[in-house]
C-alpha cells in the first residue's frame, strides 16, 4: 500500500468521496468513519471503514476506467475454491463501490526475513494449487494467456522504459535482439501446462491474518503457464531473497505439482527450472515496461526505484542460458547503469 491520508483530506473536492459516503450511510443506517489507506497501480482506491466496533474496506473503482465484474466474480470463484478471500459484503454496480471483509494491514512483505521466508513462502505456495484449480467464474472461463497477451506484455517494456523513460532509439541489430529474445520467452510460456493463474501473485498481495494468508487483486486471473504464480512470488519484483532459498522453493513447488498431477512423469526438474526461469524473465521485463508506465501514464512516480531490481534479475537470468547471454550483456552495459543513476 502506497500512502495513508484521513478522509477529511479528500473529502472537499472529492465528489466520489461525498457519494461513497453517502452510499455507506445508507447502507449502514448511519454514517460511517472512512480513513484513506491505499491507491493501487490502477485507478482504484481503498478506505477503511469503522461501523461502530465492525471495520470493513470499501473500494472505490469508477466503473468508468474498470471492470468490476472480474474482481465481484472471482471473488466468489475464489471462495469456493477454499482460498481466503475478503468477502463482499455490499455492491453499488452503478457508482464502483464494493465493501469487503477487511484483512487488515499487514502485507506479507512487511514480516519476511531470510529467517522466516521459506515458513511463509511453503505457505503461499500451498495455495497455488486452490488458485490452479480456478479456470473459470461466473463470466465464463478465464481469459487465456496466449501469445499474443505474452506479446502484449512484452511489448511494454520497448516502448514505455526504453522509448517514454529513456528515449533510446533502437538500433536495427538491438531491435532484432529484442525480437529475438521474446519470442524465446513467449515460446517457453506456451509449452508449459496451463492452470488458472493469478497473475499478480507476491508478497505484496498476501495479507497475513493471524498464522494464514489471504489474498488480493486476484481480478486480473487468467489460464496460463504453472510457473508464473511461483516465480512471481519467489522472484518478487520489490525484494530479492539469496539463491539458495528460491532453488529449494522453486524444488519443493515442483514436488507439489508432481503431487497434484499437474505434470507429466516426463518433466524433469531441470526443464521445470528453466521454464520458472524463463517465465520470470518475462514478468521482469514486463514489469520494467509497467513501472515506466505507470509514472508517464499514470502519474505514479513510486515504482521507478523498483526498476534497477527488475533490471538485474534480467541481467542474471540471462547468464545462465546461452542462447539469452547477448541479451544479459545489452541489458548490463546499456540499461542498468541508466538505472542505477536514477
Known sequence: MQFYAKSHEVALSDPRFLHLQQWLAEFFGSPAQLTLISGDASFRRYFRVEQGLQHYIVADSPPEKVDNQPF???ANAYLAAGIKVPKIVAINQQQ????????????????????NVSHWY???????????????SALGPLPEYD???VERELAIFPEWLLVEHWQISLSSAEQQLLQQSFKLLVNNALVQPKVGMHRDYHSRNLMVMGDELAVIDFQDAVHGPITYDAVSLLRDCYVRWPDYIVDALLARFYQQCMAQQQLNADVSLAQFRRWFDLMGLQRHIKAAGIFARLLHRDGKSGYIKDIPLTLQYIVDICRRYPELQALGDWVDETLLPRALKG
Open 72 to 74: 465481484i466474480a472471482l
Open 122 to 136: 511453503q505457505q503461499a505456495l500451498a495455495i497455488l494449487p486452490k488458485i490452479a484449480a480456478v479456470t473459470s
Open 96 to 115: 464502483g463501490f464494493i465493501l469487503q471483509q477487511d484483512c487488515g494491514d499487514t502485507q506479507l512483505l512487511s514480516l519476511l526475513d531470510e529467517h
Open 147 to 149: 501469445a499474443a497477451f
